[in-house]
């Protein structure tokens, strides 16, 4: 996690795999903001009004592959099912989920590919699925597309910035 500071403000730059979540007991020197770029992957974002407590996760793929062994270099919430099972658990600690409101970001096609679904497709149902589940809905949306995009969480406000930008195709 990088953190940036900018006019009094301290940014977190939320990277691939890693998740931040502000309590309601935020002391002068935490971060105000969560910043991430997505292209394929997919970002939750959730926020609790009343006691401005608020949080994001960046997930690259929804599952980890069952032939894959995880190591210590790779990052524990890089898979869907990890990162949001933590969002949850967090969000139970300190107030009815019903409580919080969510976002969905991501889910670019980031490849001139033939696979159907995508890896950004798989991703986005993946979160969408995990939010039926468990009683959820997101209350935003800005998922799929041939476009990466800059997401900006406000942790005194709640409000969510979205920049958008066009994905160079690649060929694979």
């Known amino acids: 996690m990088i953190v940036i500071v900018i006019e009094q403000h301290q940014i977190i730059n939320l990277q691939p795999g890693e998740i931040y979540f502000s309590s309601a007991y935020k002391k002068p020197q935490e971060p105000t903001k969560i910043k991430t770029i997505l292209g394929s992957c997919v970002a939750v974002t959730i926020w609790h009004a009343a006691s401005q407590t608020g949080g994001m996760c960046h997930y690259l793929l929804a599952q980890e592959n069952s032939v894959i062994h995880k190591t210590k270099v790779l990052k524990q919430y890089r898979y869907g099912d990890e ?8 969000m139970r600690l300190m107030h ?6 969510l976002a969905l970001f991501g889910g670019g ?7 159907n679904p995508s890896i950004g497709d798989i991703n986005v149902a993946f979160a969408q699925t995990w939010a039926k589940e ?15 995009r800059s997401i900006n969480l406000d942790l005194t406000s709640g409000n969510i910035e979205v920049s958008k930008y066009p994905i160079e195709p690649k060929e694979r």
Request: hydrophobic fraction near 40%.
């Open 83 to 90: 990162a949001l099972a933590y969002l949850l658990k967090k």
């Open 96 to 101: 009815p989920v019903d409580e919080f409101e």
């Open 109 to 115: 096609n980031m490849y001139v590919s033939l696979i």
């Open 134 to 148: 468990n009683n959820l809905e997101f209350k935003q949306e800005d998922t799929h597309g041939n476009l990466g």
